[in-house]
């Protein structure tokens, strides 16, 4: 079984995050590069994107490749011996993974855009654009919307931690890593409290952006 990700992706790195909890036996992570249309992602998703699970033959499938983030997640909380704890278990929770991934979105937009402008996700210019500050004042109400929907969680999220829990932590992070602490406020501490009660998590923290090696740990193992 392996999965393809990149080492920025936070939509790579929420599969990653849910088969390292979901303890998925021969997990092999495998880091590449999709904008340099990698033969092998090719081969198992033409889209070229990460991320992608590619099933073995003889791993109760038929050989498949699953795609996308959410889909992925959801096979892995499925095969786990914990998929109550994993999955999201209230519509609360739903609420909340959907305004994380709508920040998520917005973000992978305006780094999109930077790409479209300058050809490189480093270069801020398109960042003064009308379409980006549409994102930007879009990311800015959803973390608001997020810290309320925290607040309101009380402590289930951290009492069992799963992709409700796990998403604010790849939000938050990813940010970081592409605007600095643009998007960080005093003003949500709910959320800064979430993201440091989970952050050193061996799923989060062996996934952080930017990772080049994947560190094995309770059974998930790379070759």
């Known amino acids: 079984m392996r999965l393809y990700v990149s080492p920025t992706s936070p939509y790579a790195r929420l ?12 997990l092999e992570i495998v880091i ?38 959410l889909v992925i997640a959801d096979f892995a909380a499925r095969r786990s011996n914990d998929a109550e704890r994993l999955w999201f278990q209230t519509d609360a929770q739903r609420q909340l993974g959907g305004i994380c991934f709508g920040i998520i979105d917005a973000a992978a937009a305006i780094m999109a855009g930077r790409m479209v402008t300058s050809g490189s996700v480093s270069d801020t ?8 500050h549409r994102r ?6 959803s973390l608001d919307r997020l810290e309320q929907l925290i607040v309101e969680q009380g402590d289930a999220l951290l009492a069992r931690p799963g992709i409700a829990a796990f998403l604010p932590v790849i939000v938050v992070e990813y940010l970081h890593m592409r605007f600095g602490d643009a998007y960080e406020s005093a003003d949500r501490p709910y959320l800064s409290a979430l993201v440091s009660a989970l952050k ?24």
């Open 32 to 69: 590449l590069d999709p904008w340099q249309n990698p033969p092998d992602l090719l081969e198992h998703n033409p889209a070229g994107r990460v991320p992608a699970l590619v099933l073995e033959a003889g791993d109760g499938s038929g050989g498949q490749t699953i795609t996308e983030s």
């Open 200 to 223: 050193e998590r061996p799923a989060l923290a062996s996934t952080r952006p930017l990772f080049t090696k994947f560190t094995p740990f309770d059974g998930a193992a790379t070759p």
């Open 136 to 141: 930007q004042a879009a990311m800015n109400r």
């Open 15 to 26: 599969a990653c995050v849910m088969c390292l909890e979901a303890r998925l036996a021969g």
């Open 125 to 132: 210019a398109f960042d003064s654009s009308p379409v980006a």
